[in-house]
């Protein structure tokens, strides 16, 4: 079984910084890609950002493009996900995904999960 566990959320003002992790454990799998994506309260949750795991080639949402940069290291098998700039809007309950597949911007193409970390942006 392949464990996924975020870190990093917090309370930050609007215009500060987070810096998310996510580490993965467990069973070795070889993942295309990994993601990050965001739920609100009362919304659906959203693609922010993806990046493949070989190549290490990115994707983002557009709402986040020049804000956020993602990151990863595949000898310590993590990614981490820098948010600059932040927005009241940014708040949310961010996850980290893996995936085998090639279709980096739906969630319900990929097949790991973490439990998620909250960030709040304070206006």
């Known amino acids: 079984q392949v464990r996924l566990v975020e870190s990093g959320g917090g309370l930050v003002q609007a215009g500060g910084s987070l810096r998310l992790s996510c580490a993965a454990s467990?069973?070795?799998?070889?993942?295309?890609?990994k993601g990050w994506f965001r739920q609100a309260p009362g919304k659906e949750r959203e693609f922010v950002a993806a990046?493949?795991?070989?190549?290490?080639?990115?994707v983002y949402a557009d709402s986040v493009k020049g804000r956020f940069t993602i990151s990863r290291n595949n000898g310590k098998n993590t990614m981490t996900l820098q948010m600059t700039a932040l927005k009241p809007e940014d708040t949310a309950v961010y996850f980290c995904?893996?995936?085998?597949?090639?279709?980096?911007?739906?969630?319900?193409?990929?097949?790991?999960w973490g439990q998620g970390t909250q960030v709040t942006v304070s206006s």
């Open positions: 995904a893996a995936t085998v597949g090639s279709v980096l911007q739906v969630g319900s193409r990929y097949e790991y």
């Open positions: 990046i493949t795991w070989i190549g290490g080639q990115t």
């Open positions: 467990g069973d070795t799998f070889n993942p295309y890609a």
